[in-house]
């Protein structure tokens, strides 16, 4: 090896000492709830991973070079474990269902009820939006009033178990977005319906 | 009818969330907000709004629910900025970005991620990385940790 080369290579690696080590960086995708997994897009200086598989990985060492990696549960846990503790409980929303022309909970609906209630319990200052709903039978105005007899039914139940009154909003759409599509003046039990959704 | 009524919820709900882009629904330990250069402490309940930067101390944890249904955790030693946050509650159309600047992030994508794919983008100092509708974790370790 001549002198000259030595040198390169000397320079070479002065180089890359010289440059200052980067915080190395880790993207894992997860399945979710339902077992399916998204996908996230990593880009990076013209570079581009798309990581789309259950506990796929990307990371960035400190010299720069990136790599594809695959985690275990256990790795995430192990890295992620007090991250994953602070994710707030998931935005879920219910249905419960009301008798003909009335604001009472049909009978299936008042044992589902405690569920809904149970769940409302565990998230500590839930948004909670109730929107009731009527069948076609009857006129428009009579069901506008009657689908926010509905949701303020429900709203009391909420309260009830110590929800504030502050955190739910009520409205009513009358029988303008019918569950089940049907022509004006159908009895439609799964129209009568309450929705429900907390966040 | 039905126009004028989508018109009214969308005006209830921005009234009800006016600057306001998402809510504090846990924290650990010391957890602030920094928000117009001043340094507020991180509560259950306390609404966040664009551009707050969450900061977490070495025992801290905080967890926040967006409008839109999108939730982000952050672990101990972080800091992230929530650099821009729009969203129609009408045509779930929007845009999410945020910054980690250092530590732990955890990400649940909501509704306007579904609506459109672009629509949310977590920056690191390395990466822009754009969400296709998912859950996934990022962390950036300090050099020689």
Redesign the interface.
């Known amino acids: 090896m001549t002198a000259r080369a030595v040198g390169v290579i000397l320079a070479l690696m002065a180089c890359s000492c010289a440059a200052?080590?980067?915080?190395?960086?880790?993207?894992?995708?997860?399945?979710?709830p339902d077992g399916k997994?998204?996908?996230?897009?990593?880009?990076?200086e013209g570079a581009r991973q798309v990581?789309?598989q259950p506990y796929a990985a990307n990371v960035?060492r400190?010299d720069g070079r990136s790599e594809g990696a695959r985690f275990s549960e256990q790795q995430?846990n192990q890295?992620?474990g007090?991250?994953?503790?602070?994710?707030?409980?998931?935005?879920t929303a219910f249905l419960l269902y009301f008798l003909t022309a009335r604001d009472e909970l049909t009978a299936e609906s008042t044992s589902d009820l405690d569920k809904v209630l149970a769940d409302m319990k565990t998230?500590?200052?839930p948004?909670i939006v109730v929107i009731g709903h009527t069948d076609s039978v009857g006129t428009a105005d009579a069901n506008d009033k009657l689908s926010v007899q509905r949701a303020e039914r429900v709203k009391g139940f909420l309260t009830g178990i110590g929800i504030p009154s502050d955190r739910i909003?009520t409205?009513g759409?009358g029988e303008?977005e019918l569950l089940v599509p049907t022509g004006d003046n159908v009895d439609e039990p799964r129209n009568r319906r309450v929705e429900i959704n907390v966040? | 009818m039905r126009w004028t009524m989508t018109a009214i919820l969308c005006a209830f709900a921005a009234a009800v969330w006016a600057d306001d882009v998402g809510q504090v629904k846990l924290t650990k330990g010391a957890v602030h907000v920094e928000r117009g250069g001043q340094r507020l402490p991180a509560a259950v309940g306390m609404p966040i709004q664009q551009s707050d930067t969450l900061v977490t101390g070495a025992d801290g944890t905080v967890g926040v629910t967006f409008a839109d249904n999108s939730l982000l955790s952050v672990g101990p030693n972080s800091v992230l900025a929530i650099d821009k946050f729009a969203f129609d509650p009408g045509t779930h159309e929007g845009q999410f970005d945020a910054s980690l600047k250092r530590g732990t992030l955890a990400v649940v994508s909501g509704k306007m991620v579904k609506q459109s794919p672009d629509a949310m983008r977590v920056k690191t100092p390395a990466s822009i990385l754009g969400v296709r509708g998912t859950e996934f974790l990022v962390k950036i370790a300090e050099p020689g940790t």
């Open positions: 200052p080590p980067i915080a190395e960086e880790t993207v894992v995708v997860l399945p979710g997994t998204g996908a996230v897009v990593v880009q990076r990581l789309d960035v400190a995430v890295s992620f007090a991250t994953l503790s602070a994710l707030p409980a998931r935005p998230r500590p200052v948004d909003r409205a759409r303008r966040r």
